[in-house]
């Protein structure tokens, strides 16, 4: 009859991770290397970040710019120059 506790499946299973494990074998500059390519990714998402927040503020800007210079050049209904002037309350 086989054994199938849980003891017996946790143990087997870590001994074929331990073996797994051994046979990895990391380079010596392996984590200086993963580092530094984090580095510039993380260097090169701040860049794009900055570029692209820059692109969005000066075509707001343009974009507004144009928009004021769209308005109408003849003064409108409310500076028309005539002096009407409104009832004042009486107290």
Known sequence: MKDTTPDRTERELQEALAALAGGVHAAPDAYRTARGE???RERRRRLVLAVLI????ALTTLIGLWVLNQAPADPGVIF???RVSLPRPSP
Do not use: N
Request: without cysteine; aromatic residues 20%; positive net charge.
């Open 38 to 40: 984090w580095l510039r």
């Open 54 to 57: 820059a692109v969005v503020f």
């Open 80 to 82: 028309s120059g005539t």
